[in-house]
Every structure is written in structure tokens, then in C-alpha cells.
């Protein structure tokens, strides 16, 4: 199973890129890497997921290196509802186990 | 709205109790995943069943039990209820077609309160 390190907590203001990086360092070939988002007392939410290189949508974009050990979110201009934790998420189809990390912490400051 | 639906949302009872958590995944979606998530704290797996198999557990307390029925909703069994078992209980469900992971859907959880 690949373990997945975040750092605990970033802080930013309203309108900057944020950026958060996952480390993972024992990916398996087949696994994907999968970001949620999840507000206090809510079920977490799908972002985004990729495979390699980058991938994006309308509020996120992935990146991920050509060795597949870390990845990053980035979020542009951040506003106040970004204010969350989000977790990033290694498996592939035939992972039974999905265990998310201790997830990010993002505080958006005005 | 994910789809998802779990119930009770809200429960209080007193230690050394059992309680059911029941979920409903969406429809089509054979996989069912619960997470226990203490305030503040991450998300625990307990356990994963696909189309009514037990696929995978983890740190599950021998206290707690799961089952997936034919018609694919999952139970959560929570007995001998202490303290430290009150938490928000997620039911996440998941097609598990194509390459990754599937999206995982979560429901609004249950809000377990042991007294």
C-alpha cells in the first residue's frame, strides 16, 4: 500500500495559488493519484485524479513528475470557501484498502 | 447531493450500547467503503465490501461488524459502545470500473454520541 505524507497545515489570502504537495513514495505501477476536499462535518469530495503529467479541471489542476513519487494540487486564486482539508489518495483499480493520509489543512485568509 | 445516503445522521446513546449505522450506496455502485473520522482527526478505514464481499478491513475493532446485503446497502454494527467510539461514521461508495481508484461518493455521515 502506498503511504501518502502532506504537510499538516498551510495558510494563505484570498486570491494567491496555493499549492500542496503529496509524497508517495512507493506508488504501484497501476495506482492513480486522487485528491478530495473536505469541509468540517461534511463527507469528503472529489477533486480530481490523475496518473502522470497533468491534468486539469475547472478547479484544479494536477500535477504529477515523470517518477510518480509526489504530486501536487494547485488551486488558483483561492477564496475563502477553499478553506478545508484535503487528502490525497494512492490506489489503483484492485485496491481494496483506499486509506487517505492525515490530509492538508488550508486556511484562506481575506 | 452525492447520491449516497446514510442514517441515522444524528445518535446518542449511553456506553455499552449497540447501534446500526445503515447506508445506502448509489445506485449501481457495488462497492461500499466505512471510515470513522474522531473530531479533528483523519479518516480511519474500517472496511470494504464489493457486491456483498468483504474485500478488505483495517483497523476494525472486533466490536464493530459490517455486512453488504443482496440489494448492495451496507450495515455498520457498532456494540459495546465506550467513549471513544463517538465519532462521525462516512459510507463511501464506488463503481470500480476502469483504471484508478473509481470516484469515491461519500454520504453526509452518521454523528455517533456515546454517553
Redesign the interface.
Known amino acids: 500500500l502506498a503511504k501518502t505524507t502532506q504537510p499538516i497545515s498551510m495558510d494563505s489570502y484570498e486570491g494567491q495559488e496555493v499549492n500542496i504537495t503529496c509524497s508517495h513514495n512507493n506508488i504501484a505501477t ?1 495506482d ?1 493519484i ?1 485528491w ?1 476536499q473536505q469541509f468540517p ?6 477533486i480530481i ?1 490523475g ?1 502522470k503529467t497533468k491534468v486539469t479541471n475547472e478547479v484544479a489542476s494536477l500535477f504529477i513528475p515523470a517518477d510518480r513519487k509526489s504530486s501536487t494540487l494547485s488551486l488558483p486564486r483561492v477564496s475563502l470557501s477553499d478553506t478545508a482539508v484535503y ?1 490525497c ?1 494512492v ?3 484492485n ?9 492538508t489543512r488550508l486556511q484562506v485568509f481575506p | 447531493d ?1 447520491g ?1 445516503t446514510q442514517t441515522p445522521k444524528h445518535l446518542i446513546t449511553a456506553t455499552g450500547q449497540r447501534v446500526t449505522l445503515r447506508c445506502s450506496p448509489r445506485s449501481g455502485d457495488l462497492s461500499v ?1 466505512w ?1 470513522q473520522q474522531s473530531l479533528d482527526q ?2 480511519q ?1 474500517l472496511i ?1 465490501y ?1 457486491n456483498g464481499e468483504e ?2 478491513k ?1 483497523n476494525i475493532l472486533e466490536r464493530f461488524s459490517a455486512q453488504q446485503f443482496p440489494d448492495l446497502h451496507s450495515e455498520l454494527n457498532l456494540s459495546s459502545l465506550e467513549l471513544g467510539d463517538s465519532a ?1 461514521y ?1 459510507c ?1 461508495s464506488s463503481v ?14 452518521s ?1 455517533l454520541t456515546v454517553l
Open positions: 497501476n492513480y486522487t478530495y462535518s461534511q463527507g469528503p469530495r472529489f485524479q496518473y487528502y489518495l490506489g489503483g483499480r485496491t481494496d484498502k483506499l486509506i487517505f493520509g492525515t490530509g | 452525492s449516497v467503503y471510515y483523519g479518516l478505514f470494504h464489493y474485500r478488505a483495517g462521525l462516512f463511501a470500480r470500473t476502469g483504471r484508478g481508484t473509481g470516484e469515491l461518493f461519500f454520504g453526509e455521515g454523528r
